[in-house]
């Protein structure tokens, strides 16, 4: 569903799903093992494109929220909290602020616990995601921004306290008056082995534990007010473990200066327990992989590490892993880092849980479904279950003891909670916005509703789509019976406006469906149903009649007996229905459309529209005579006449029959959407609030909004259903509700909807401007790239990273509207205002282009467009493939709409006065040549 949202440009949709479900969306996005997860299940393993990046199209969305700066609240249909029974006020303490914890109290607050509080005994937030994941992996400002999230809730956080017998214990909390108690503290000590007891960080061994945090203290920006410096290492360094923290040991080792890291394992490759992208990382950063070796002694001199020996190992035949002594490899090494895992054995933590019960491996016995623990009163989740291995599980964990620890306290007070599990989704005040609108004195509960076509082919699937949230629905169009048809088939394929694209990418469709197979009565049978079970629900009746006032008038009345709150006029199908003296026969002409009007309005007093065609010369004219036929308003627009495409066989598809003969069709989707959006302004400007439902290639709540810009009332979809389904609808709400509480916010000025500002990347990731260091622009391939990745590396081997400029932007307080949030009534028509003729445009106010070479790519379309389509204003420098503009730019704009880089150019006023080639001056007068004989 996300991934349908981001599609739709609805980022924010598209983090509220991800959010609902899990409290650290950015944080999984960017460093769980996808490959092993989402993608390992996607579709698409099985084409030739393969499988979607999930994880990183869960960062993108997630990422672009949190720079929205909006905060958390919980579910406005929910109870308020201070109306909760006092069951919800009960002290809970989460122990440990990693991600189970993060995600228990996340939970727990959003079900209206009020009364939380996690302890954690670093000075930071975190644990192992600030701890022990490099920065360059998951920085700390997305930590920092998860637990705000949090916070927003009122769930606090005490720094400085941990559990240990002199400071937190489960008994001294419960005697403190806390009923549940979440331990969520990881596993905080080492896993070493025999021959490492000797060895400390002054002769070069270090485990992942003391290793990573070190690290991560000395590169987080904020995560610490300390100036650590980061570890220093030399030579080679052996990375013992074949786990994510040993790979994250590895590269972290090669950035604090080690020549050569070896990551030394005791199974093969097929056994390695970290994920493939973990795995990939080091991979390319140049590690060396060592299997079968088992550790047998350190080589010291000098006290300190000289090298390692080892033990070959090998499988039995009855698969069990066995060291072969006869067996030795010798490296050498500067540094140990023993990555083998970690375990509960400090006994002074271990008392402080008591009088928990500890299985054989030293962990809590759990019941692993309900997350409690051997008390009733305690609960664990994470590592410290034993069973999370990734952070996604730990997730997991702190959700499913959520719910448990909610039966749990009320079960204290004998209220009853579901026995499905039912948590709360995440909710922002961009979910309070109202979308209503009001049009004709029909009260819409948003502005997205079926259009006339096959999602509306049966009573059954309106029902369907009510359910899911569309505020209203036309009925497919119906007939007198002795008008009833029968379609052909094949009669809807895809469109090849896009090319060979498929899903919400895909650009049309050409249909040769006519009007409903079934029965007028049917229809009022169903109309009069829907009514009576959705009462709030608007339903419009779309009917067509051939050119007689009898016909037009029986049906207009029998649908309005039937209870529809409104009647749409078909005047415009573009195929078959013409030829029968309906629909576009009718539609082109203005004294036929001025006609039906006035019969219909003599027949009914309930409020008709005018569906208009778009295949006239001046829709306008069309509209206006609806205006003087007294119509409520008009649909704008049916699809457009065409014919898709032909085989190189010459014959069509959609081909009928043995013959295979075609017709011409009607192309929808957002193929067709300029000229919807052209009749909708028009036909707004000319007739000023006349009401307007736009059709025509509406398949977003960005696509929405354009079209109530340009003057529509109320919108219609079809196509966007055809590559969807109906639950686009929650995608077309949260997306419009975001876009209208966006316009109240201040600082969000250079966001394009929800689309924020482009900054200057290469891969998505910010890049240091070259120009700045050498004085000239270096191009992004082959041997240029390697210089510009060694004068990036010098600057950075200068920089104090944990300078205070490097800091990230706070993200709280959060953004609070400055001005009222604007209603759909208000989006009506605003960009009328700056839709004019040619002929009040400023040709004085001229622009050109400006090409950001940090960002380019150095393809060379850009020159290539201009030069055989243009004005000659790029030059390409052969060597170096860097484009420049000259000052010849015209301000045309094809390079930038060519570019595979978005915002890799841009257009920026011309600071000089524009003055145009005329090829030969003005007043010089041709002179013919003189014919040579």
Sequence with gaps: MFITSIANKNY????????????????????????????????????????????????????????????????????????????????VALIGCGPASISCATFLARLGYSDLTIFEKEQYIGGLSSSEIPQYRLPYEVVSFEVDLMKDLGVRVELGKGLSTGDLTLESLKSDGYQVVFLGIGLPDPKTIPIFSQLTQSMGFYTSKDFLPVVAASSKPGMCACKSKLPTLHGNVIVLGAGDTAFDCATSALRCGA???FVVFRKGFTNIRAVPEEMDLAKEEKCE???????????????????????????????????????????????????????????DIISAMSPLKFNSWGLPELNQETMQASEPWVFCGGDLGGVAQTTVESVNDGKQAAW???????????????????????????????????????????????????????????RRAFEMGWAFSLTKTYSLDKDIITNVSPRIVRGTTSGHVYGPGQGAFLNIELMSEKTAAYWCQSVAELKRDFPQKIIIASIICSYSKEDWTELAQMSEKAGADALELNLSCPHGMGERGMGLACGQDEELVRNICRWVRQAVKIPFFAKLTPNVTDIITIARAAYEGNADGVTATNTVSGLMGLKGNASAWPAVGKEKRTTYGGVSGNAIRPIAMRAVSSIAKALPGFPILATGGIDSADAGLQFLHAGASVLQVCSAIHNQDYTLIEDYITGLKTLMYMQSLGGLDDWDGQSPPTPIHQLGKPVVRVSDIVGKHLPNFGPYMEKQQELIAA?????????????????????????????????????????????????????????????????????????DSGYQAITFDPETHLPKVTKDCTGCTLCVSVCPIIDCIRMVPLTTPYIPKRGIPLGQPWVAPVAVR
């Design 12 to 91: 924010y949709g598209a983090a509220k799903a991800i959010f609902s479900d899990n409290p650290l969306g950015l944080t999984c996005g960017m460093v769980c093992p996808t490959s092993d997860l989402c993608v390992g299940g996607c579709n698409l393993y099985a084409s030739e494109e393969g499988p979607i990046n999930i994880g990183g199209l869960q960062q993108f969305a997630t990422e672009i929220f949190k720079s929205m700066k909006i905060p958390q609240i919980r579910d406005p249909g929910l109870i308020p909290v201070d109306q909760l029974p006092v069951s919800y006020k009960a002290k």
């Design 259 to 261: 020549r050569r890291v």
């Design 289 to 347: 992989f060592l299997p079968f070796m088992s550790p047998h002694e350190v080589i010291i001199k000098s006290d300190h590490i000289a090298g390692m020996e080892f033990y070959r190992t090998e499988q039995d035949q009855d698969g069990n892993w066995v060291e072969d002594e006869d067996q030795t490899i010798r490296l050498k090494a500067d540094f140990i880092i023993s990555a083998f895992g970690s375990g509960l054995t400090d006994s």
């Design 404 to 462: 448990y620890i909610h039966k749990y306290l009320q079960s204290l007070q004998n209220a009853e909670v579901p026995e499905r599990p039912c948590l709360p989704n995440f909710f922002t005040p961009v979910d309070q916005v109202d979308i209503s609108v009001e049009m004709c004195g029909l009260k819409f509960e948003n502005p997205f509703g079926l259009a006339s076509a096959t999602p509306t082919t049966s009573s059954p699937m309106i």
């Design 795 to 867: 600057l950075k081997k200068q920089t104090d990273i944990l300078d205070e400029k490097y800091l990230p932007p706070p993200l709280r307080p959060p953004s609070i509207p400055k001005k009222p949030v604007p209603s759909v009534t208000d989006m009506i028509g605003k960009a009328l205002p700056m839709i004019t003729s040619y002929g009040d445009l400023d040709n004085q106010q001229q622009m050109v282009a400006v090409i950001m070479e940090e960002m380019c790519i150095n393809c060379g379309k850009c020159y290539m467009t201009c030069n």
